[in-house]
């Protein structure tokens, strides 16, 4: 049973977004009903009784543990998994979870992307992000494309947390990582379909933010293109958090009250981090 006690308490304490991954939880929460029924436009319910937590939260979690007790990458996202089953992880990925000796399978997904925000948020330098980031993707996701997507989210979080205009974490991005971002999202809706690989998501998910005027428009943008909706929106999420410093209450509520304790529990420490 979540205690409501710490959830008041998380949304009162003074640095609630200082590492807040709850902006990517959040997103993809938001986004899990949306997955396999697309909608295209912003006007929708941001919360139903059918909204929940998704691989893309599990993992995130995973993540977030592997930093704050210096676990094993690869080691850390293997036990979640398995503890956490029938959240909707991938095909490729599930039989990696079902492997007692799991190695990289070169995958290009992008999951890679959605369960990094941690390390955009944990680090202090954008040399150290770029080097845990990979190291969190390629456990799994050892393809070029796989890397460069974590690399992108993370690196767009740590540059939203230090106060980079947008302006400047766009250039970075599309001079770093040589994506695309000179689109919008209304000449993409129409045809945007769904796809999971980094290439047709990560530029999505960081145009979303740009477009944004506040955390939750932001989240409402990144789903109403359209496509892998609860993972773009968790990698939206997570810049969106970093950025704008701040989540409505009644999302934080929302979203945590849909969580387990041991995942509050995880957020609550990380709130807290400090790491160099």
Known sequence: MINFDVIQIMKNRSNMTNHSIIGAIAGDVIGSVF????????E?????????FTDDTVLTMAVADAILNGKDYS???????RKYTRRGYGGNFF??????????????????????SPVGFAFSTLEKVLEEAKKSAEVTHNHPE????????ASAIFLAKNGAPKNDIKDYIRITFDYDLNFTLDEI???????????????????????????????RLAISIGGDSDTIACMAGGIAAA????????????????????????????NKLNIT
């Open 35 to 42: 997955e396999f029924h697309n909608i295209k436009t912003t």
């Open 44 to 52: 929708f319910e941001l919360f139903t009784e059918e909204t929940t």
């Open 75 to 81: 080691e850390n996202i293997h036990a979640f998994g």
């Open 95 to 116: 039989k990696w979870l079902l492997s007692n000796n799991p190695q990289p399978y070169n995958s290009f997904g992008n999951g890679s992307g959605m369960r990094v």
């Open 146 to 153: 796989g890397i460069k997507g974590a690399q992108a989210i």
């Open 189 to 219: 809706r129409p045809r945007y379909r769904f796809s999971e690989i980094c290439q047709d998501s990560v530029p999505q998910a960081i145009v979303a933010f740009l477009e944004s005027s506040d955390y939750e428009s932001c989240i």
């Open 243 to 270: 950025y704008y410093k701040i989540i409505p209450d009644y999302i934080l509520e929302e979203t945590l009250k849909r969580l387990p304790d041991e995942f509050i529990e995880i957020i609550d420490k990380f």
